[in-house]
């Protein structure tokens, strides 16, 4: 039995991203009307994850929020408990996951249904009761691998002004806050794709 069994996942058609303008790495300009046909109910739809996972002609919506105090970026690294057995073992900018059902709980659908998954993944993977700000910078694609190549990433930039956020889960292990200098620099390689794209743009 696959790992997925009956788990559904939020995906867009790969024809809709390309509608959008396809593009390969971080998008950080023309967002908002993109993010908004993405989120339009009327392009989404939840999909069987152990199907989504192998269908690169749809692309499943990842909200990947980096969290930054200072000049620090939080980091850490990807145990087997993380349900993408293909990024074990590489160091991770990004805290988000898969957008489920569950999200559209009291009738919630597009953009409220998508806050909702943000809200659910930040706390179900850290304790993490600081004050911050929340704002989409970008987005991300990197077809140059099969993971990349069913996901797109929807970028977050949380900036907080006190560095106490713990992992609340297994799959996030070794976690700590790192100079961004230091991320883009002798620490670059054990980055997963995602995370040293987000490194490269933000430094």
């Known amino acids: 039995m696959s790992k997925y069994a009956g788990e559904e996942v939020l995906?867009?058609?790969?024809?809709?991203?390309?509608?959008?303008?396809?593009?390969e790495g971080i998008r950080n300009e023309g967002i908002?009307?993109?993010i908004a046909r993405l989120l339009d109910p009327a392009n989404h739809f939840f999909m069987d994850r152990?199907?989504?996972?192998?269908?690169?002609?749809?692309?499943?919506?990842?909200?990947?929020?980096?969290?930054?105090?200072?000049?620090?970026?939080?980091?850490?690294?990807?145990?087997?408990?993380?349900?993408?057995?293909?990024l074990h073992a590489k160091r991770s900018v990004g805290v988000g996951g898969h957008i489920n059902p569950v999200d559209t709980g009291g009738g919630k659908?597009?953009?409220?249904?998508?806050?909702?998954?943000?809200?659910?993944e930040l706390s179900e993977e850290l304790v993490f009761d600081v004050p911050h700000t929340n704002r989409i910078i970008a987005l991300l694609n990197d077809d140059s691998n099969p993971v990349g190549q069913v996901h797109l990433g929807v970028v977050h930039l949380i900036e907080i002004?006190?560095?106490?956020?713990?992992?609340?889960?297994?799959?996030?292990?070794?976690?700590?806050f790192t100079e961004l200098e230091e991320l883009n620099g002798p620490l670059f390689d054990?980055?997963?794709t995602w995370s040293q794209h987000c490194v490269r743009h933000l430094a």
Do not use: M, W
């Open 11 to 23: 995906v867009v058609t790969r024809s809709l991203f390309e509608e959008t303008g396809p593009f």
């Open 32 to 34: 908002d009307a993109v």
């Open 50 to 86: 152990a199907e989504a996972e192998d269908d690169p002609s749809h692309k499943q919506l990842i909200p990947y929020c980096i969290i930054r105090c200072g000049s620090r970026i939080l980091n850490y690294t990807r145990g087997k408990a993380g349900g993408e057995a293909r």
């Open 109 to 120: 659908t597009g953009p409220d249904a998508y806050q909702a998954a943000v809200e659910r």
């Open 161 to 176: 002004g006190d560095d106490a956020v713990r992992s609340n889960e297994d799959a996030l292990a070794d976690l700590c």
């Open 190 to 192: 054990r980055l997963e």
